[in-house]
């Protein structure tokens, strides 16, 4: 077995039929164990009730089933959100959330332990880059939530901890196996990039069905440039370039993330900008109040916000607000970072 896999789930196919075919498990067997995974969620190899108990032994002693541990759930007291602190095999802790909003029921997932991106207003720039995920455990971190879900998982979203464009190979692969095994639309699974241009122009070429999301932020590159010191690789200029290039091969409509910080971005002529900014491509606009992590930043009070999003009625593309669900427990947008419980 590769060193780097210590789990069931993060098996392919072929090295999955070789294990089975080591422990003295007849080929039939893959399908069943699959369906235990992916359509019965469950927790470990002795609840797989039709598989010979002998079998499950064997299949336990060779590898655990899951590569993440639940080692913590909180949850918010003022919506149902809740927040699962997983442990890797490698001993390094990932954080997602699960989240209920009329008849969606959506989860957050991380694509990498910490992050290399070092956005100013984002908790999980302050662990620094760790570790990229694999496919495994982002697909686990789904499989795990669902068992945990009393309602099934509608939607998922890559915008726990991690740049997902920086962990791409990984990234993709645990995409489209939650598209195939687990059977969640492309349109319902959202990868959120803080703009690697490159992986934005290979997403459109590959024509990978995920809906793209790019946190924008900022409508100057200067102003970018200090809240995302990234836009000094990849510069605003060259991201527009990458999302019209994108929309013109897929004719996808991207999501432009706009977390609203104090005295930042958050004024009516900055909103007027973005609109012009933004007028060119057919896209949507979701605005993120930016939620509190201690530092520089803050959030707009109530009248500044509806201001903004009064000024945004004259675009012509589509606004949302997310009004980010367990910040009480950090469990909001950029809030992530694994703290002392
Ligand atoms: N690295 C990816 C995904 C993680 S961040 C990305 O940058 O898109 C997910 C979203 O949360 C992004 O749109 C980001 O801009 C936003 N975000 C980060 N910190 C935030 C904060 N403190 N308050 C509100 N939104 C935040």
Redesign the pocket.
């Given at each position: 077995m590769p060193e780097t896999k210590k789990s069931f789930i993060e098996l392919d196919p072929n090295e999955a039929k070789t294990l089975l075919a080591e422990v003295g498990g007849e080929p039939f067997r893959l399908a069943q164990i699959h369906n235990w995974i992916y359509k019965n969620h469950v927790a470990d190899w002795d609840e797989m009730e039709n598989i010979p108990k002998h079998l499950s032994q064997n299949l336990s002693e060779a590898l655990p089933l899951h590569p993440l541990e639940i080692i913590h759930i909180k949850g918010s007291k003022t919506e149902p959100t809740r927040k699962f602190l997983f442990k890797t095999q490698s001993g390094h802790n990932i954080e997602s959330v699960l989240m209920h909003d009329k008849d969606r029921t959506t989860v957050c997932i991380s694509s990498q332990v910490g992050?290399a991106?070092d956005?100013k207003?984002?908790?999980t720039a302050s662990m620094g880059f760790i570790k990229n995920l694999s496919a495994g455990e982002i697909v686990d971190q789904v499989l795990q939530l669902e068992r945990e879900s009393q309602k099934k998982i509608t939607n998922v979203v890559?915008?726990?901890m991690?740049?997902?464009f920086l962990n791409y190979n990984r990234v993709m692969e645990g995409a489209t196996r939650l598209n195939t095994a687990l059977g969640f639309g492309a349109r319902r699974i959202t990868i959120?990039?803080?703009g690697i241009v490159p992986k934005i122009r290979q997403m459109a070429d590959e024509n990978r069905q995920f809906k793209l999301?790019i946190?924008f932020?900022a409508i100057d590159e200067d102003r970018r440039k200090k809240i995302m010191p990234l836009t000094q690789i990849h510069s605003l200029k060259s991201l527009m370039e990458s999302a019209f290039y994108y929309y013109q091969k897929t004719k996808r409509f991207i999501t432009f993330?706009f977390?609203l910080l104090k005295g930042i971005n958050d004024s009516p002529s900055d909103g007027l900008k973005l609109i012009q900014y933004l007028s060119g491509l057919p896209c949507k606009v979701n605005v993120?109040p930016?939620?509190e992590?201690g530092g520089e930043f803050s959030r707009p009070d109530e009248q500044t916000i509806r201001e903004f999003l009064n000024t945004l009625k004259q675009a012509p593309f589509t606004v949302t607000v997310r009004w980010?669900k367990g910040t009480d427990i950090d469990a909001?947008?950029?809030?992530l970072a694994v703290k002392a419980i």
């Open positions: 992050c991106v956005c207003f984002c908790a890559f915008m726990g991690g740049e997902p959120s990039t803080a999301a946190s932020n993330e977390v993120i930016y939620n992590i980010s909001g947008c950029g809030q």
